[in-house]
């Protein structure tokens, strides 16, 4: 019993260091989307051009999501006329170059690992887009493209189809500070929120365990920490496959890599375990469902092989300018609730929150959250521009 409540109580002390930035970053990711609509989105990425990719790349960060419905969206976009690539690059960024996982990795790692992820983001997604003009043939993207008209259902899809942006003329503060703008933006916080909350849940549950129960010469054993250059060799490799066995995604696995980095893993081992949010196997199998086997299998190589370079890149740029931090000094939150701005932070956003929950429900919210996991055609209807409350 003992042992239970001291993981509870790791991962309850981690939940409280980053609940206000979360909730800041899906309140980001909920104004633009209030005001930028999926068709706009699907226009801007009809190529793969490095512009389009650059623009791709951008749009995904400001669309947070997790990891499932920016599959999802993803494939949504392909099938509306959006370029494979672009589709995939806006995939990567939605869920590995947004705000609340930059704020998170600082407060819980520090600033540097904030710097690498929009750092080995970019590279990630230029890498992948190299490997997807020399690999990618046309007959299996026209496959993939056949598979994907058939609409088969995976995970977060109505969430994904859904467009509750504002319509109608002004500028993008007024749209915004509309009485439609503010109820458009409530919808989409308390939608990511209902879609990440389980991971995220599952996230802190398994970090605070293995923290508590995993001794550090395990993890120290296993990251070669007393071989220097092989542990720099072996993070990035080994990060992803960590990450594809812990079914967890999105930021749900940042608490994890905080017990991963005081074990020993390296720098850019993980940055690496980061960014492989989007091949753990239950997405590998949307990806099966969505593009067939053969393009989940080709997403596989390529996103891995992406990642494994950009996890290098991260680890020997800032190592070569000295940015990697002292790793002796890693500490697992386990302070719990102490008057400080943490707290108050906390309270502040809290509050906000709860007008924004406040304003979900009475304005037709609980008939959304029913709508999340719809099917992908099915609920084209539900991709609607707020027009006025409800």
């Known amino acids: 019993?003992?042992?239970?409540?001291?993981?509870?109580?790791?991962?309850?002390?981690?939940?409280?260091?980053?609940?206000?930035?979360?909730?800041?970053?899906?309140?980001?990711?909920?104004?633009?989307?209030?005001?930028?609509?999926?068709?706009?989105?699907?226009?801007?990425?009809?190529?793969?051009?490095?512009?389009?990719?650059?623009?791709?790349?951008?749009?995904?960060?400001?669309?947070?999501?997790?990891?499932?419905?920016?599959?999802?969206?993803?494939?949504?976009?392909?099938?509306?006329?959006?370029?494979?690539?672009?589709?995939?690059?806006?995939?990567?960024?939605?869920?590995?170059?947004?705000?609340?996982?930059?704020?998170?990795?600082?407060?819980?790692?520090?600033?540097?690992?904030?710097?690498?992820?929009?750092?080995?983001?970019?590279?990630?997604?230029?890498?992948?887009?190299?490997?997807?003009?020399?690999?990618?043939?046309?007959?299996?993207?026209?496959?993939?493209?056949?598979?994907?008209?058939?609409?088969?259902?995976?995970?977060?899809?109505?969430?994904?189809?859904?467009?509750?942006?504002?319509?109608?003329?002004?500028?993008?503060?007024?749209?915004?500070?509309?009485?439609?703008?503010?109820?458009?933006?409530?919808?989409?916080?308390?939608?990511?929120?209902?879609?990440?909350?389980?991971d995220l849940v599952i996230g802190l549950l398994i970090a605070g365990a293995i923290a508590a129960w995993v001794p550090d010469s395990f993890w120290q054993a296993f990251f070669f920490v007393d071989h220097p250059l092989a542990a720099k060799l072996w993070g990035p490799l080994v990060g992803p496959l960590v990450a594809i066995a812990s079914f967890v995604c999105s930021i749900g696995n940042v608490p994890l890599a905080v017990v991963l980095w005081k074990g020993g893993i390296s720098f850019g081992g993980v940055v690496a375990f980061i960014f492989a949010d989007l091949l753990i196997l239950p997405i590998l199998n949307i990806y099966r469902k969505y593009y067939g086997t053969r393009m989940a299998l080709f997403l596989l190589g390529t996103f891995y092989a992406a990642m494994v370079a950009a996890g290098y890149v991260v680890e020997f740029v800032f190592g070569g300018l000295g940015l990697v931090p002292n790793q002796r000094e890693a500490e697992i939150p386990m302070a719990g609730v102490e008057w400080n701005y943490t707290t108050w932070l906390n309270i502040a956003f809290l509050l906000l929150a709860l007008g924004l929950v406040v304003r979900f429900f009475r304005t037709g919210g609980a008939a959304m959250l029913r709508m999340m996991g719809g099917a992908p055609d099915a609920d084209e209807h539900a991709g609607h521009e707020h027009q006025g409350d409800h």
């Open 1 to 198: 019993m003992h042992a239970i409540l001291h993981a509870l109580s790791i991962a309850g002390s981690m939940t409280w260091e980053i609940t206000w930035a979360l909730i800041l970053g899906f309140l980001l990711s909920a104004v633009v989307q209030a005001v930028v609509h999926k068709s706009t989105v699907v226009r801007l990425l009809g190529d793969d051009r490095p512009r389009t990719l650059a623009v791709a790349s951008a749009l995904g960060a400001a669309s947070s999501s997790c990891s499932y419905a920016a599959v999802a969206l993803a494939r949504s976009l392909f099938r509306k006329g959006a370029n494979f690539t672009a589709a995939m690059a806006f995939e990567i960024a939605s869920t590995n170059l947004v705000v609340e996982l930059g704020v998170i990795l600082a407060l819980l790692l520090g600033w540097q690992f904030t710097a690498a992820e929009f750092v080995g983001g970019p590279v990630m997604i230029l890498l992948l887009a190299l490997l997807f003009r020399s690999l990618l043939r046309d007959r299996l993207l026209q496959e993939a493209r056949e598979q994907a008209e058939f609409g088969r259902a995976g995970s977060m899809e109505g969430h994904a189809a859904m467009d509750m942006s504002v319509a109608g003329p002004g500028s993008f503060a007024r749209r915004l500070l509309s009485r439609q703008g503010v109820t458009s933006v409530s919808h989409v916080f308390v939608m990511e929120w209902a879609a990440i909350l389980k």
